[in-house]
């Protein structure tokens, strides 16, 4: 009987804290690249009035530009450089946020997405889209 409770409760643990793997057919566009640069777009918060103990957060929205060096697919017109947007909250643990640095070389897979005043926008949902080439 414990056994079992303890079985039940480890896949109940686990499925929470599985995060999604990228498939390249659910995506928009996946390409190998290199981040040529970062920059932060605008920052938003859930911040209202006084907040007291750190009570809020704040979610910024950033876009990379990316130097392409293979596409594996594509639903748009890709040149040899492209934009990609992602957000990035500090106090998210899961799903992994993203977080690009100038010059890392990886996979990218990108979803078209909103994001922020963006429409139709590459977007980086999570850091787990981010895979080593």
């Not at 594996?72 to 990609?84: A, L």
């Amino acid at each position: 009987m414990r056994a079992s409770f303890l079985i039940l409760a480890l896949t109940v643990v686990v499925g929470i804290a599985a995060e999604i793997i990228p498939q390249a057919k659910n995506c928009a566009a996946v390409f190998e690249g290199q981040v040529v640069a970062d920059d932060l777009v605008a920052s938003e918060t859930n911040r209202v009035g006084e907040a007291r103990y750190g009570l809020y957060s704040i979610t910024e929205i950033r876009k990379a530009r990316i130097k392409i060096e293979s596409i594996i697919k594509q639903d748009r017109p890709m040149t040899n450089e492209v934009t990609v947007y992602y957000d990035l909250n500090n106090s998210v643990v899961c799903p992994r946020p993203v977080r690009l640095s100038r010059g890392e070389r990886a996979t990218f897979y990108c979803v078209t997405d909103r994001i922020g005043s963006v429409t139709n926008a590459l977007v980086i949902p999570m850091g787990t889209f981010i895979t080593d080439p």
